[in-house]
């Protein structure tokens, strides 16, 4: 329950600062095309990196893209697992009234990076030294895992089992989904940034 807590209120730290974007995030289908263009972006920003790329810090407080690499994958296994014990509770969809936060606010918000926020312990990069290879290893196994719970599950099931964040706000199995994804992208988007910082190595 901790973790959850801890979790939670890493990812919701920002959901103040929602901007409204032209998104539309509210079936099985476009969630799926949401999974596929997130792998594909974070495929493209690390294809053919060397191991001193995939490894350089832009100075001792930032992370490498190793690190960012490592962090989606265990994040995403962490709030995969959150649903899937979401979804073993019973359903109440009498609940989904609550839900104030749209599916097109929930990804703009995860790729805000006007806010930043600290990563709890257990989802920080425990390394220093890592291969681009047997990361990616890594990340597709989680990712295919994920992609199962989705394929797996009917729709109205995600949408009826809802729970309440540490932010006070209720949110449903459908949504923590589209955390997954978002997390991912706004990693990405910090990978970038590390390949344009003073420093980074041509090869």
């Known amino acids: 329950m901790r973790n959850l807590i ?11 600062a929602v901007k409204g974007k032209n998104l539309y995030v509210n079936d099985k289908d476009t969630l799926l095309h949401y999974f596929d263009d997130a792998k594909a972006q974070l495929l493209a920003s690390i294809d053919g990196l060397s191991d001193e790329q995939f490894n ?29 014990d979401l979804l073993a509770k019973p359903a109440n969809p009498e609940k989904r009234g609550e839900i104030k936060t749209s599916g097109a606010q929930v990804v703009s918000m995860m790729q805000d990076r006007s806010f930043k926020a600290e990563a709890p312990e257990m989802l920080r990069p425990q390394s220093n030294t890592y291969n681009l290879k047997n990361e990616l290893a890594v990340l597709e196994k989680e990712r295919n895992i994920t992609l199962d719970l989705i394929n797996d599950t009917p729709e109205e099931e995600l949408r009826n089992h809802i729970t309440i964040t540490p932010a ?10 589209l955390y997954i994804a978002g997390h991912s992208l706004r990693h990405t988007a910090q990978i970038e940034e590390i390949k344009k910082a003073s420093g980074f190595p041509k090869q």
């Not at 930032?62 to 959150?82: N, P, Y």
């Open 168 to 177: 006070k706000e209720y949110t449903d199995a459908y949504r923590f989904l």
């Open 56 to 84: 350089f810090k832009p100075d001792a407080n930032s992370w490498s893209i190793g690190q960012c690499v490592e962090h989606i994958a265990k994040t995403e296994g962490m709030l995969r697992d959150m649903v899937i």
């Open 6 to 16: 801890l979790v939670l209120a890493f990812l919701l730290s920002g959901s103040i």
